[in-house]
């Protein structure tokens, strides 16, 4: 499946943004979908995952509460609403798909999207 990451900007510290991963070639139902982040200098990092049906969510801790990550497989879409963003949120997000087990873990997902950038500024 190819995804589309959309969504990202410049935003000051306590914004919001949200971003969009549209799929197309395959259907998403199949897959869970995640979102990692990798800010400079820094190994790629899990930050959101949900499962198939949408009725599990897992978060990275510091974005608990913060993050809300949603889908749409009607709409082939997945979403990460991301609000009261802190400086070091600031990454290239990428959404990521697959028929995963650890969903902290990228080695796990087949699929990834070409990444957005999001910058807080503080």
């Known amino acids: 499946v190819q995804l589309q990451a959309s969504g990202g900007g410049l935003v000051q510290a306590g914004g919001s943004l949200r971003l969009s991963c549209a799929a197309s070639?395959?259907?998403?139902?199949?897959?869970?979908m995640g979102w990692f982040r990798q800010a400079p200098g820094k190994e790629r990092e899990f930050v959101a995952a949900?499962?198939?049906?949408?009725?599990?969510?897992y978060y990275l801790d510091s974005v608990r509460g913060r993050f809300t990550i949603s889908r749409d497989n009607a709409e082939n879409t997945v979403t990460l609403q991301m609000n009261s963003l802190k400086a070091e949120d600031t990454a290239v997000y990428y959404c990521?798909?697959?028929?995963?087990?650890?969903?902290?873990?990228?080695?796990?997902?087949?699929?990834w999207g070409q990444g957005t950038l999001v910058t807080v500024s503080s």
């Open positions: 949900i499962r198939r049906s949408g009725g599990s969510t």
């Open positions: 070639g395959r259907t998403l139902s199949n897959y869970l």
């Open positions: 990521a798909g697959g028929v995963v087990d650890d969903v902290r873990n990228p080695a796990e997902y087949n699929d």
